[in-house]
T-cell receptor, first 113, second 117 residues
Framework: GNSVTQMEGPVTLSEEAFLTINCTYTATGYPSLFWYVQYPGEGLQLLLKATKADDKGSNKGFEATYRKETTSFHLEKGSVQVSDSAVYFCALYSGAGSYQLTFGKGTKLSVIP | EAGVAQSPRYKIIEKRQSVAFWCNPISGHATLYWYQQILGQGPKLLIQFQNNGVVDDSQLPKDRFSAERLKGVDSTLKIQPAKLEDSAVYLC???????????????FGPGTRLTVL
């Protein structure tokens, strides 16, 4: 079945530090990949997505590249801000057999001034 | 545009009691989802509706959980009777159409945090 594995948290960084959150996946077919963000007290919001191999999703300074050869979709940001503190979820959607989002466990990021 | 509304935001009950959650999706969205998010885990789909019909309820514990979406708009999720392991955040999401082979974005509500004592 489909599964998503992302790095354990929590992750604590100083403002302006470089961020990487690793995500790897197992899926049938050719899934679409997503990063969702959950700010405290709010619902999940789509941060970025990529629908085919070598696509790069980007939004708000965050980027992730769909790497089919390594089945990865790592999230990166060059300079984090305090306002980026949130929980980040990697997810996939596969149209082959299971028409639903499969989420990773989430990685909590705290950015300190 | 108003987002997905859920109520209540928090609920504390004792085991074996019943509880119900309500969701109002974004206007015009045909698809509605209920997810269970246990602490430290990602959301898990419980049930998906397309209008007022069930598309997927394969992960819904039907001996105690039930959900309905009357008139294809609002939805309620009920747990009866609750167990300790039902403590979680219950998320509602809506989307413009059913996924099928192509993904359509889901918009999430803030969730209801349930604590079962």
């Amino acid at each position: 079945g489909n599964s998503v594995t992302q790095m354990e948290g929590p992750v604590t960084l100083s403002e302006e530090a470089f961020l990487t959150i690793n995500c790897t996946y197992t899926a049938t077919g050719y899934p679409s990949l997503f990063w969702y963000v959950q700010y405290p007290g709010e619902g999940l919001q789509l941060l970025l997505k990529a629908t085919k191999a070598d696509d790069k999703g980007s939004n708000k300074g965050f980027e992730a590249t769909y790497r089919k050869e390594t089945t990865s979709f790592h999230l990166e940001k060059g300079s984090v801000q305090v306002s980026d503190s949130a929980v980040y979820f990697c997810a996939l959607y596969s149209g082959a057999g299971s028409y639903q989002l499969t989420f990773g466990k989430g990685t909590k990021l705290s950015v300190i001034p | 545009e108003a987002g997905v509304a859920q109520s209540p935001r928090y609920k504390i009950i004792e085991k074996r009691q019943s509880v119900a959650f309500w969701c109002n999706p974004i206007s015009g969205h045909a698809t509605l989802y209920w997810y269970q998010q246990i602490l430290g885990q990602g959301p898990k789909l419980l049930i998906q509706f397309q209008n007022n019909g069930v598309v997927d309820d394969s992960q819904l514990p039907k001996d105690r959980f039930s959900a309905e979406r009357l008139k294809g708009v609002d939805s309620t999720l009920k747990i009866q009777p609750a167990k300790l392991e039902d403590s979680a955040v219950y998320l509602c999401a809506s989307g413009p159409t059913s996924g099928g082979t192509s993904y359509n974005e889901q918009f999430f509500g803030p969730g209801t945090r349930l604590t079962v004592l």
